[in-house]
């Protein structure tokens, strides 16, 4: 090639190079542009979007987007929920007084009180993923469920909660009233013993300060092999709570969690309760209370004739072939364990999520019947008056149908033919070398009871010394 040509070929590949350098420059600033666009028009596109979404919410633009800070923080990682209820527990005036204390059964004063004593182990600590519940939303939903009776996803949406959000909530405030309350569930002392043993006294029963009775809690079936122990004589599946209670319906134990088919006694004698009869430790203290006759008896309970006639506990003695004077007896006897039948009524009346079947989980169940008879104590204690429309509710396993008084007395605690040295060595007695003396010597000090209580109603009239309450 001569150089001339070349030269020629050299200046058009010079000139090719350059021409295809404006080109690219030109298509990458037009690449640019349009980029430029597309991602305004998205922003936009989003702030519009964002603005609409605030307005449809109600946020007022101070949601989700926040115009001069930046997207905010975002107060939970899940989705956001309303409740109407606990907005309208947070209202004030007469009329939504009333219904906080339909929806929580507390007063406010009293609401507040509690809730400044158990808001330490209930409140949790914000996070960076989610703003953690306020305690007084927590005791409120638990209180809510507990005296409507309804379900957790049910309750849930009332105050804005998810269903796992609800269970931690009701276990977290269950826990807490346990453990900064659980002393209200004690034996009377002082001045309080005092008024119940001279009440007892005036009607005829000096040394009596309590009555004794069992409730069933009603639960679904529970799942596997276990269901049989726990379908009680009213065909249903439950769980069983021996309560004691004073003559102002103040509940003094309790002890829950047995399977429906165990009879009350037996019930009875696998409790702490039975021991401490037996040993003769508090709060039954022996040989302090002088009959007419002369007999002296220490402290004891009243009890349906479901359970054996034991010295610390007295029963009617039933069956058709009685005496008028046991008659007598027993009418007077009944009408002041029916105080017992009065505190279920009040317990499940005020506290209605023992009115429906649990799921079975028994530990849940029985820790959160345990927590309404602390209420319980507590609103009795605070002198708060309950309305009685609260109380119209009744639970058909405590109706007259379970009133034991006019059945046949038990022979003894429903172990006949055991052997009596085995027997005593479970029973752990101190004070009884067998089982038939042991019964003879209850059934003598009744006898001795049934001359005093009548002697009493002779004297000062039909319902004793004390006035009826």
Not at 343 to 350: D, E, H, I, S, V
Not at 391 to 404: K, V
């Amino acid at each position: 090639m001569r150089p001339g040509h070349l030269g020629m070929v050299l200046a058009a590949v010079i000139r090719w190079v350059r021409m295809r350098e404006k080109v690219c420059v030109l298509m990458a600033m037009m690449l640019m542009l349009a980029v430029t666009n597309i991602v305004a028009m998205h922003n936009a596109t989003t702030i519009l979007l964002f603005l609409a979404y605030d307005l449809h919410e109600g946020h007022g633009g101070g949601g989700a987007f926040n115009p001069l800070g930046g997207r905010g923080r975002r107060r939970l990682w899940v989705r956001e929920q309303v409740g109407g209820t606990w907005e309208e527990l947070n209202m004030e005036g007469l009329g939504h007084e009333k219904k906080f204390r339909e929806y929580t059964r507390l007063t406010r004063p009293l609401f507040d009180e509690i809730l400044e004593r158990i808001a330490p182990r209930i409140q949790r600590m914000d996070t960076h993923y989610r703003q953690a519940l306020p305690a007084s939303l927590k005791f409120a939903f638990a209180l809510y469920r507990w005296a409507t009776g309804g379900y957790y996803r049910q309750c849930g949406k009332d105050f804005g909660l998810g269903r796992h959000s609800a269970i931690r909530c009701t276990d977290d405030v269950a826990r807490a009233l346990c453990d900064e309350y659980g002393h209200v569930l004690s034996w009377s002392t002082g001045d309080r013993l005092q008024k119940t043993l001279d009440y007892y006294e005036g009607k005829g029963f000096p040394g009596c300060f309590g009555v004794i009775d069992c409730t069933h809690i009603l639960i679904d079936k529970p799942r596997g092999g276990e269901a049989e122990p726990y379908f009680d004589r009213n065909r249903q599946y439950s769980i069983v709570a021996q309560v004691v209670c004073d003559e102002n319906l103040h509940i003094l134990d309790v002890s829950v969690g047995a399977p429906g088919a165990v009879h009350d006694s037996r019930i009875l004698r696998l409790s702490d309760l039975y021991n401490r009869g037996e040993e003769g430790r508090e709060p039954f203290i022996r040989r302090t209370n002088v009959l007419i006759d002369g007999t002296v008896m220490g402290r004891y309970l009243m009890g349906d004739a479901g359970y054996p006639i034991l010295p610390w506990l007295m029963i009617p003695f039933g069956g058709c072939e009685r005496t008028t004077e046991e008659r007598a007896f027993d009418n007077k006897f009944s009408a002041l364990r029916s105080v017992i039948e009065r505190c279920f009524g009040r317990l499940k009346g005020m506290w209605r999520c023992f009115g429906r079947k649990h799921i079975a989980n028994m530990r849940n169940v029985c820790y959160q019947f345990f927590v309404c008879c602390i209420l319980h104590n507590i609103i009795m204690d605070a002198g708060i008056l309950v309305d009685e429309d609260l109380l119209r509710w009744r639970g058909g396993e405590d109706s007259d149908e379970d009133n034991d008084d006019d059945g046949p007395a038990r022979d003894d605690d429903g172990d006949e033919g055991d052997d009596a040295e085995a027997q005593l060595r479970r029973e752990g007695s101190l004070l009884y070398a067998t089982h038939r003396i042991r019964r003879d010597a209850a059934t003598a000090l009744r006898s001795s009871v049934v001359r005093h209580a009548l002697h009493v109603s002779r004297v000062f009239g039909v319902h004793g010394g004390a006035q009826q309450r």
